[in-house]
């Protein structure tokens, strides 16, 4: 059989599925992509068992086929081509035969039979909720709070981040125990109520950030899986079924210290302690806060290097000294960095910290967390 | 002691610098600047052993002094301060105490008795040369040899650029023996006749095609070492000692059949072919060359995979087939996008094939080489 495609058309598709083609994975078939011919439209698919994608582009052939086809090998022919027409021609010794105006490329396929079995949404279950999102809401919130979601094995469910619908909007939480982001979406709201909590995986997470954008996504969840539906293009992941901690038992709420100041400056202080303390196993930065006074410094004694610095402020609670790892200061205060002026919420040297903007938002509350380490003297 | 240097004017200076400060080395000494201060300048040097970079800003400054610093730590906490005046406090019990408006750092630093011996230049000798080379002419001529140059320890001459005065100008050749790179430059003439010739070592010129800029520099060469003196920064490099081989007898003198295309046509090809030779161990594209026909093909054995294209040319030669390896076709080619045309000079499927722009250019002459490698039918 044979059918013909624009060349760039059906890079732009390749471009925004080849994210779930795993890159080392022992099941070798997963680096293959799925192409499903069916009433006029190739559907393209992918997976790597934990999320798929789908997207599909009408295209004029005869009959209907499945195979399974190299997805590097052909997206790197489609991305090398020009913008020209592609006729392929699908043979029944399993070769490939692409054809343009000079050329001639043979690929070599699977049949479909081999390809496992895909996860996809159980749209007969009772219990489907839906929700209508901005992708640049989504997108956003994505990219304040995926940073502080774990990278150990030990505890799965941590490793994704806790999606969880609430009177006034819908919450993302992700934390590693270190720190956590919590961020409060007043924008999204369901039509119906939803009570569940989705713990959605790093992998969809980290694919969705790269091809949101401002057109609404459809999301669609089970007690297993969740789905987004963008304009041209379906990404389905299955949740995470371990329990989330109680993340809410480990927000202090009565840090009464208010130590204000600009984000920027902190920062660019923050990278500066990082040269000294990177050779401390808990890159150690302190901060020595007295009023309307912050110093922080940074040591590195196998060397003999220290930095300090002092940071306008202010501060009116009791003087505290306290330590934090430099480069989870560093992670909060990058992911803060749209805000002129950050609070830090302290109690102690051995409480956790709460750092939030200095001016509310209406259309979201963002509250980071960070555990404070030990200082030895 | 102490002095005042303003920190992006001593950045810029160390980012000049930081290039011969090895990343990898079994005498950690190396990783280190050494700072010489003296009579109101500050001379800042730094060395492989190979080569050697040296620069002075002018410094108040009350005594002179040499010292070792880390050259990374350094550098990038001048990186990470905006523009500032910066305060260097040099203390007796080896710390270096840097001051800003707001910030205190404090490194160790090392005597400048334990830094080895710095490749130097011989200005004593009797056979020292000298030569102006506009440093764009000489960036350029680097940039087209340079990929050239053999990785190979085996043959340490071919792991550096030939130099060599002629009547008509300064010849740059490279070669790892695969394929060779041969450059005349016209607009380079000493002044004095120089008849010796110079292997210059890849480090070197690496590092000078990314400091070279539109400013002369002024080249002095002795039998061991190689002098480039740019408007604020002088690098100093051994020689390679080996003999360098005889390129020449290699070049055919006698390949009659020309075959002309565009290059960016056949770059564009060759690249769609690297896709299906990247599994053999030649990495093999066919030429398929007939009267005003070329075809280029490659194949895949292990996974049934090929591509062949036709390429619009001129040829009117007995018809050949040849085969090259595409990484090294690709090579030479990226390296001659600037000419729209290119000739191919061959004589037979065993032979070096000559690479030349299709147009005389009256400021250099260049020649490409490319060796065959075997069609197995």
Not at 70 to 96: E, Q
Request: proline share 4%; net charge negative.
């Amino acid at each position: 059989m044979e059918f013909k495609v624009n060349s760039k058309e059906l890079e732009k598709l390749l471009t925004k599925i080849i994210p779930a083609v795993p890159t080392r994975t022992p099941m070798s078939i997963l680096e293959n992509f799925l192409f499903e011919i069916k009433d006029g439209f190739l559907t393209i698919i992918a997976t790597d068992l934990e999320i798929s994608m789908k997207s599909s582009i009408s295209i004029v052939a005869e009959s209907d086929i499945s195979i399974v086809v190299p997805a590097k090998l052909t997206h790197d022919i489609l991305k090398s081509l020009g913008d020209t027409t592609v006729n392929f021609m699908i043979t029944d010794n399993h070769k490939i035969n692409l054809k343009t105006d000079n050329g001639e490329y043979s690929i070599s396929y699977l049949s479909s039979d081999e390809y496992p079995e895909i996860p996809t949404f159980p749209t007969e279950e009772d219990d489907i909720k839906e929700v209508l999102i901005n992708g640049y809401d989504l997108k956003n919130a994505f990219d304040i709070t995926s940073f502080a979601m774990s990278k150990e094995e030990m505890r799965p469910a941590m490793m994704g981040t806790l999606l969880e619908f609430e009177e006034e909007g819908l919450r993302f939480v992700a934390t590693d125990g270190h720190r956590l982001a919590n961020l409060l979406k007043h924008t999204i709201k369901p039509e119906e109520e939803i009570t569940d909590k989705y713990v959605v995986p790093e992998k969809a997470i980290s694919v969705l950030q790269k091809i949101l954008d401002e057109k609404d996504v459809k999301v669609y969840m089970s007690n297993t899986h969740i789905s987004f539906k963008l304009n041209d293009i379906e990404l389905i992941t299955r949740l995470i079924g371990q329990k989330y901690p109680e993340y809410r038992s480990v927000i202090p709420l009565e840090n009464e210290f208010e130590l204000q100041l600009k984000t920027k400056e902190l920062l660019s202080a923050i990278k500066r302690m990082m040269l000294f303390s990177a050779t401390s196993s808990t890159r150690r930065v302190k901060f020595s806060i007295s009023e309307n006074s912050l110093e922080i410094s940074a040591e590195d004694v196998d060397m003999g290097n220290f930095g300090k610095e002092n940071i306008i402020c202010k501060y009116s609670g009791t003087p505290i000294d306290i330590g934090f790892n430099s480069q989870y200061v560093n992670d909060v205060l990058s992911h803060l960095v749209s805000e002129e002026e950050i609070i830090f919420r302290l109690h102690s040297a051995n409480k956790a910290v709460i750092v939030v903007p200095s001016v509310k938002n209406e259309k979201q509350d963002l509250m980071m967390l960070i555990m404070p380490v030990r200082l030895n003297n």
